[in-house]
Each structure stands twice: as structure tokens, then as C-alpha cells.
């Protein structure tokens, strides 16, 4: 009976979802009926389109309403006028102005203007809102987020213990020991030749990437190495994180070039030679995650210029790959990943929330064993490449690259890869952190960012994205790179930007986190702990999840809209026009621009989100528990925390619908 | 060159006879050389190490391990589950292989007096001559 209680507590915030969003669907308009078609009189809205975006930005109609858009065309350039879940692409040629219409919005809620002609770099991101009024569909949202949030706060008043809503943290499987695909999994990772064969392919990939970086079609959308690495690849990788922990790291070129080098071998384990490297000690004090976690920062300060033209993401990879193969000729183990990589910090801090991770079966054997070949190399495996202190006790993925020598090395075949709830590590890994600083602000860079992006290029504020985009309206490669010289007041606008970015990963949005964990600590009653030493940080760790989830939504978001320009690339890498490529012959690639499902995103998008809010919650009072060790206080302080993790819901509802 | 201790010695032939020797059966397969194929294979590596000028400390753990996979391999095994075994086993191979180093060291490398060093090692392990007191 108690079991069943607990299940159902558990079960509820998606029930609430669900019965939300059929209510809000089927039941709307008979509490607001539409206006008939034929009584009302055809509203005409004058939108002007322009480079990247429509006036007005949102567009408020009520339902029902008939009404004509009347699109006045840019000077230069051709655009496209597409809404969501209607079945129309209206070209909409430079000088002229297009009625499309009359049409009828039935359904209340949120609709996009999409650009569906390629008009520039940032033509993908070229939105504009309709809000069919009543928007109820936002306050459903709203009711849900604050339902999901109480619901989930109800649920840890019951004190559960090691529990992630309803699931037993306790409970892992051993993938390497399932019947049937356990033994041919790990044949596989024991093969010495698995990281060269999951890593040729992405070589290759990376070249084309670079080439048609240099020298493909200026326009992002049109170039593979936009297309592709932007829209594919980012989304690829965080539900990788998700269901494979940091399986990218295992397949990413970038090291592999300067690892085969030092080692002097492809994939073998090669001894009895100096590896091809300085071998220099790296510096103690730069050895955390603030160098990838600024570098991260550091990129999205010019996102939309990273995004959108093919030279600058060329750019990027080139010194990415100069990078990796210096610092491992200087300091042979994998610190360019550790401390470079911008895409480690996110990548490693999230691994954490994964449901995968490399792990030893039994640390006890680990422990007894005294070579310990996973940490020093040994006849069937290098020593652990990430320099990771001791893969048989590990019990975080942060620092974990899951390279697999471990698995390899272990004479005892006593490491194996788990797969377990979400969070299992997070309360333990989060009370031995109290002063990890950079492992919080990876946390609060990426979680700001998910939700600012969602913001910046699905959201209809046009200055913000051209404040980022410093005004620039073409497109760029080698040849023309020079075009990116920005204008003055341009480049100040772009400070101005930069200064959001920055400002709000960095100092305010940490700032309120600090005010509300030193509220929940007061809750608690807990007198005898700092908040800056011992609670701010692990308190952070319940981002690991929440952060994740944000970047699942703002990714699922940019994939269902734009995939046919990733796989358009495919048969066309570099955005010549090329009927078919020499490399994939395969003429049926070329896709057309289709959303799917565009209408229907934000009833996608919000539960994956609250999914999050209901991690974040479980994972604050799971840690509380740890750092406190008493359920009630960890209670109050969960419960202040809720506040906080709900109200970024509440945001990222506005965003995507109100 | 000196001959290991006979303590180290003992210690090595009866932790080979436990893990290794026992497991290999007993006829005509088993020759004196597959009995050593381990020993000889980890004192060859010790050798080459030695002459790339390799870090002592980690090579001769390294050859520890190698002792233990080759006895893995020589007996038909990817691994143990016997955490005593394999420490039982890259202990005295560590050992055996910092003796041989410091004798290459003392030697300089003279190749002779170390084939000589392993040879009688080798009889030594298997009792069959006198180990010298």
C-alpha cells in the first residue's frame, strides 16, 4: 500500500502533464468558443520582412479571428513565409508585397512565422510569434510547472530514501554481464582496435567538416560544417549524454591526432619506447574545470557568429585540433580534453546525470588489487588517458572520458559499464565538492545558456539576435571572412550582448542561487555550515539534470525544425548545389526545410523540462540529506531550493509559449 | 651478477606452482619451456626496457604485469577473478624484475651475464640445480 503510495506521488507530475495538455487541447474551445469564420471581419496585419526577422516580432490574434498577412518583402534579399502546423510555403519576392489569407487560428496557444527560403546565416533562427488569444495553453504550462514543482517538493516530505522520484538509486545494471549482449559488448570495448574504428569515421567527417568549413558555401544552413555540426552533432551529444554518458568523448577526433603521435601507435599498446612527448608535469592550479567552463563562456559570447558561418566554426575546429595535438606532445595524457575542450566541461559535468557510466563491479576488488593496471598501464591497456586518480573507486563521470583502458587493462575484468537511474552519484559527489567552484559555474554557464539560447534564436526578439550577430547579414569562408568587420556601434551592441551572456552565466544568476541557498540553509536550521563552504556548491549539483534537460528541449527544438538541412548536407557537404556527393551518393538526402510537428513543440519541449525541475528537486534534497543528514531539514531546504528551480520553469514556459 | 635471494625464490616457485605450474596439467606438454614461457618472456622485456633507458620504477611493475598476463594467457585465461592470485603473482614478478635491473645496472648491461643471471634463475625456480647459498 505504501509502496503503491509512493509510486503514484512519483507518477503524478506526468499525470498532471498529460492531463493538462488533453485538457488544454479538446476542451479550450468549448469554454472559449471561436468566433464563426463567417461572422467576424478579415483583420489584415502588415508584417514587414527583413534580415533576420519580421515587424511586428509577436503578433496577438484572438481565436478564431479571420485574419490576411499582408508581408511586405525585404529589399535585397527573397524570404519565405511559413506558420506553424499550416500547410504553406509563400515565397515572398525582394520589393514586392504578398496577402497570404484569409485564414483562421482555432486553436489558442503559440504559433512561429518561420523563414522557409534561405535569406542568410541566421535565416533558421528568423522568427516572429502569433499568440492566439486566450493563451490558455501558457497558464496550463504554468499550473503545470508550479504542480510538478509542489507535487515533487510533497513527494521528498515523505523522505525517501535514495530514491530518484520513485526509482531506486541503489539498483544498477552491468551491461558487460546482461545475457546475450553483455559478453559482445564487451568484447568489443576489450578490443584494442574499438577507439580507432569509432574514431576513423568521425575523421573523416572532420575533414569534411574543415574543408567545407574554408571553402564550402558562405551560408551556414547550406554548408556541412554548419549544418551538420551545429544542428546534428550538438543535438546528438546531449542525448548521448543522456543515454550513453560521454560515449562523444570516446568517438571525438580531436585528441586522437596528438595521442597517436605520443604513443607512436594507432591503437596497440606500445611499450618499451619513450612515448613521443615532453611529458611535462601539467600545472596543479590549472588542472579543474574552469578552463573549459570560460572557453564554453567564451564561444557563446559569439554563438550566433559560431552558428551560422561555416569560417568561424572551420576556425574553431582547426585550433581545436592544433590544440589537442600541442598539449598532448607536452604533456602526453589527455589535459587538452581535461582543461581545454570546451565541450568537456558540459559534457563531463552532465555525464553525471547520465544513465550510463563506467564503473568498477566490486571496489573492494579494485582496492585489494595492487598493481592497479588501470592507473598505471599494463599489457592489454594504457594507464587511465584522463589521468583520472583511480578508475576501480570512481564514483563520479566528470573526469571519466570513458576511453575504456580501464576495461581493457583490468586483469580482474572487474570494470564494467553501468547503467542506473539518473543521479546516482550527484549526492555523493556533490557533499566532497564544497569548494569545486568551477564544477558550480559550469552549472550555472550551461543551465543560463540553455534557456538564453531557447530565447535568442526560437524567440522573436530580433535585437537580441542581431546584438550577438553584430549586424552582419552575410555569410562566410576563407574567401570573405573580412566582411565579418563589424561597425562601430555594432561592436558596442555586441558588448551590450556579451555583457547578457556573461553577466547572467557568471555573476547574476550564481548571485541568486547564493541567496537562495543561503535561505534554504537558514530553513534547514543548519547553524554550524557556511553557505559558500559548504553548502552554494553541492546545492549547484542539482543543475547536472535540470541543465541537461533544458539542453535535451532547446536541442529537440533545433533538430525537429531544421533536420533537413543536416541531412541536405550529407549528399552536398559543401553547399555547391551538387546533385549527389562523390562521398554519399545518395540523391535522395536532399531534403526540403519541414518542420515536424512545430505546432505541437511546446507541449514537447515542457514536459522534458519539468522532467528536469523534477530531478533538480530530487537531486537538492538527496544532497541535502547527505549535508545535513536529517530528513527534515533537508526537507525545508529542498523546499525553499523548489522555489527557485520552479521559477526558471515558470521562464522557460514564457519563452516557449507565453 | 648475484642470483635472486632464496627467500624472493622460494616465494616465486611456490607462488608459480600454486597459480601456474598446477594448472598446466601434468604429461608430456609440459616441457621445461612452457613452464618458463612466462618467467622468459618477462626477464626479455626487463632486458629491453633496460636498454631504452626506460624508468625503472614503472617498467618493473609493468613486467609484473606481464608475468601475470602470460601465465593468464598460458593457461587459457583472459582473467582471474582471484585478486589474491594476481597480486601474489605481479609482486614477485615486480621483484624478480628490480633484481634483474639493479644486475643490468651493475653490469652494464653486459648480455651475456644477464642470459646467464636468467638461465639460473630459471633453473633455480624449477629446482633443477642447486640454488647457490
Not at chain 1, 100 to 127: A, Q, W, Y
Not at chain 1, 166 to 177: F, P
Not at chain 1, 462 to 469: F, P, V, Y
Amino acid at each position: 500500500m505504501k509502496k503503491n503510495k509512493k509510486v503514484v506521488l512519483a507518477t503524478l507530475p506526468l499525470a498532471i502533464i498529460i492531463i493538462l495538455f488533453v485538457f488544454t487541447q479538446f476542451s479550450v474551445i468549448s469554454i472559449f468558443p471561436s468566433v464563426s469564420a463567417q461572422d467576424s471581419e478579415v483583420r489584415v496585419i502588415d508584417v514587414r520582412a527583413f534580415q533576420f526577422g519580421w515587424e511586428p516580432e509577436i503578433i496577438h490574434i484572438d481565436t478564431g479571428e479571420q485574419v490576411i498577412f499582408r508581408i511586405e518583402g525585404d529589399k535585397v534579399v527573397a524570404h519565405g513565409f511559413y506558420i506553424d502546423g499550416k500547410d504553406f510555403y509563400v515565397y515572398i519576392p525582394p520589393l514586392e508585397t504578398v496577402d497570404v489569407g484569409p485564414m483562421v487560428f482555432d486553436t489558442p496557444g503559440k504559433l512561429k512565422i518561420r523563414c522557409s527560403e534561405t535569406c542568410g546565416p541566421l535565416h533558421p533562427f528568423m522568427v516572429a510569434d502569433i499568440i492566439i488569444e486566450p493563451n490558455f495553453p501558457y497558464y496550463t504550462f504554468l499550473l503545470s510547472a508550479l504542480a510538478v514543482g509542489a507535487v515533487t517538493v510533497v513527494y521528498v516530505q515523505r523522505g525517501p530514501k535514495n530514491k530518484m522520484l520513485g526509482v531506486s538509486l541503489d539498483k544498477e545494471v552491468d551491461l558487460l554481464r546482461v545475457r546475450g549482449i553483455g559478453p559482445i559488448l564487451k568484447k568489443a570495448l576489450q578490443w584494442r582496435g574499438i577507439h580507432f574504428a569509432l574514431i576513423w569515421p568521425n575523421v573523416v567527417i572532420f575533414m569534411i567538416v574543415l574543408a567545407s568549413g574554408f571553402f564550402g558555401n558562405p551560408t551556414g544552413n547550406l554548408n556541412f560544417s554548419v549544418g551538420v555540426v551545429w544542428i546534428l552533432w550538438l543535438t546528438a551529444v546531449e542525448y548521448m549524454i543522456l543515454f550513453a554518458g560521454r560515449t562523444w568523448c570516446t568517438l571525438c577526433p580531436l585528441p586522437a591526432f596528438g595521442e597517436w603521435i605520443a604513443r607512436r601507435r594507432i591503437y596497440g599498446v606500445h611499450k618499451l619506447r619513450k612515448p613521443f612527448s615532453l611529458d611535462k608535469k601539467f600545472p596543479k592550479s590549472l588542472n579543474n574545470m574552469w578552463g573549459s567552463a570560460l572557453g564554453f563562456l567564451g564561444i557563446s559570447l559569439v554563438v550566433p557568429w559560431l552558428v551560422t558561418r561555416p569560417w568561424v566554426s572551420g576556425l574553431l575546429f582547426l585550433a581545436l585540433i592544433i590544440l589537442g595535438v600541442v598539449f598532448t606532445l607536452v604533456y602526453t595524457r589527455r589535459y587538452f580534453c581535461r582543461v581545454i575542450c570546451p565541450a568537456n566541461s558540459y559534457i563531463g559535468y552532465h555525464a553525471n546525470a547520465s544513465f550510463y557510466a563506467v564503473r568498477s563491479v566490486d571496489k573492494s576488488t579494485c582496492d585489494k588489487h595492487i598493481e592497479k593496471e588501470c592507473m598505471r598501464g599494463g599489457p592489454k591497456g594504457y594507464a587511465c588517458p584522463w589521468v583520472t586518480p583511480y578508475p576501480g573507486g570512481l564514483t563520479e563521470s566528470t573526469w571519466c572520458g570513458q576511453c575504456y583502458e580501464c576495461v581493457k587493462s583490468c586483469p580482474l575484468d572487474n570494470m564494467s559499464v553501468k547503467y542506473r537511474m539518473i543521479g546516482k552519484d550527484i549526492a555523493n559527489m556533490a557533499v566532497l565538492a564544497k569548494r569545486r567552484f568551477g564544477m558550480a559555474w559550469v552549472g550555472f554557464i550551461r543551465f543560463n545558456l540553455g534557456i538564453f539560447y531557447e530565447l535568442v534564436f526560437f524567440g522573436s526578439f530580433w535585437a537580441l539576435k542581431d546584438w550577438g550577430n553584430m549586424g552582419i547579414i552575410f555569410g562566410v569562408n576563407l574567401f570573405n571572412f573580412g566582411v565579418l568587420s563589424p561597425t562601430t556601434s555594432a561592436f558596442q551592441m555586441w558588448l551590450v550582448w556579451a555583457v547578457i551572456v556573461a553577466g547572467v552565466s557568471l555573476v547574476a544568476y550564481p548571485a541568486v542561487f547564493f541567496v537562495f541557498t543561503s535561505l534554504a540553509k537558514m530553513a534547514a536550521g543548519a547553524k554550524n555550515l557556511s553557505t559558500k563552504n559548504d553548502v552554494f556548491v553541492p546545492f549547484s549539483y542539482a543543475l547536472a539534470p535540470y541543465g541537461l534537460f533544458i539542453w535535451l528541449a532547446f536541442t529537440l527544438n533545433l533538430i525537429l525544425v531544421n533536420w533537413a538541412y543536416p541531412l541536405s548536407r550529407f549528399s552536398d557537404p559543401m553547399g555547391w548545389g551538387w546533385e549527389s556527393s562523390p562521398i554519399i551518393p545518395v540523391e535522395g538526402l536532399k531534403a526540403s526545410w519541414n518542420p515536424l510537428a512545430p505546432e505541437l513543440l511546446p507541449y514537447i519541449l515542457m514536459p522534458i523540462v519539468l522532467i528536469g525541475l523534477a530531478l533538480a528537486i530530487n537531486s537538492t534534497y538527496n544532497i541535502a540529506v547527505k549535508l545535513f543528514g536529517d530528513q527534515r531539514m533537508a526537507f525545508r531546504s529542498t523546499a525553499v531550493m523548489a522555489i527557485l528551480h520552479t521559477g526558471m520553469a515558470l521562464f522557460f514556459a514564457w519563452i516557449i509559449i507565453g | 651478477m648475484s642470483l635472486i635471494d632464496s627467500t624472493l625464490l622460494q616465494s616465486s616457485r611456490e607462488e608459480l606452482k600454486k597459480y601456474y605450474w598446477s594448472k598446466l596439467g601434468k604429461g608430456s606438454d609440459v616441457t621445461k619451456d612452457s613452464k618458463l614461457k612466462p618467467f622468459s618472456e618477462m626477464t626479455d622485456y626487463v632486458y629491453k626496457a633496460w636498454k631504452a633507458g626506460l624508468d625503472k620504477k614503472s617498467e618493473t611493475h609493468y613486467a609484473g604485469a606481464l608475468l601475470f598476463d602470460f601465465i593468464l594467457q598460458c593457461t587459457g585465461r583472459r582473467f582471474t577473478s582471484d585478486v589474491v592470485e594476481a597480486n601474489a603473482i605481479t609482486e614477485i614478478g615486480r621483484k624478480m624484475a628490480d633484481h634483474m635491473w639493479n644486475q643490468l645496472d651493475a653490469s652494464n648491461g653486459d648480455f651475456s651475464a644477464y642470459k646467464s643471471l636468467v638461465s639460473e634463475t630459471a633453473d633455480s625456480l624449477l629446482e633443477t640445480k642447486k640454488v647457490k647459498k
